[in-house]
């Protein structure tokens, strides 16, 4: 008797754990591929909105265009020709999620204002503290994190240690491009 009782219990716990888990994407580089986890139950705005940009095919062909040491690698809006990509509307800042600016996250980069995201992210290239959720203010509200990179971290190593330059509006465009040739859920 406690054995078909604990089998079907053990079976549906399996199954709520399959359905429970967090979508991935894959993310196709000229200089390798990264596997993304995001955190779909964290930051679902975010996730809702980074997979439409990759269901309608927007990253596929933009380069990584800010890449600071050390810091962060950014990309999600300009194409090798440095002609930015067609964004959405922006998105509510879901900083305040529990979730920090670790090595290997990725986050929403935005402008000034809290709520300004659209299609722009970033890889955190080390602990990024200082861009974590204080408060509500446009100056404290931080970066939301709403991923991580499960597989291919020394890609970033090698995209983060490329030379950059200053080129127009870009204070750290690395020096030969480094292109997401697509990002697709697996």
Do not use: C, W
């Amino acid at each position: 008797m406690f054995k078909r009782l604990i089998i079907p219990i053990l079976f549906s716990l399996l199954l709520l754990e399959a359905h429970a888990k967090n979508p991935t994407v894959l993310m196709k580089t000229n200089l390798g591929n990264l596997e993304i986890e995001l955190f779909e139950k964290k930051a679902p705005v975010t996730v809702k909105n980074f997979l439409s940009y990759v269901n309608d095919g927007t990253y596929n062909g933009t380069i990584f265009h800010r890449v600071i040491k050390d810091f962060i690698i950014q990309g999600g809006n300009y194409d090798e020709l440095l002609a930015p990509r067609k964004s959405k509307a922006p998105i509510i800042n879901e900083a305040n999620n529990g979730l920090k600016n670790l090595k290997g996250t990725l986050s929403m980069a935005r402008r000034v204002g809290k709520d300004t995201a659209t299609n722009q992210f970033f890889i955190n290239a080390r602990n990024n503290s200082v861009l974590d959720y204080v408060d509500k203010s446009d100056q404290g509200s931080g970066y939301a994190v709403f991923g991580k990179v499960i597989k291919g971290i020394d890609i970033i190593e090698k995209i983060n240690n490329r030379p950059t330059q200053r080129r127009g509006v870009f204070p750290k465009l690395p020096l030969k491009n480094i292109v997401i040739d697509s990002i697709t859920v697996k």
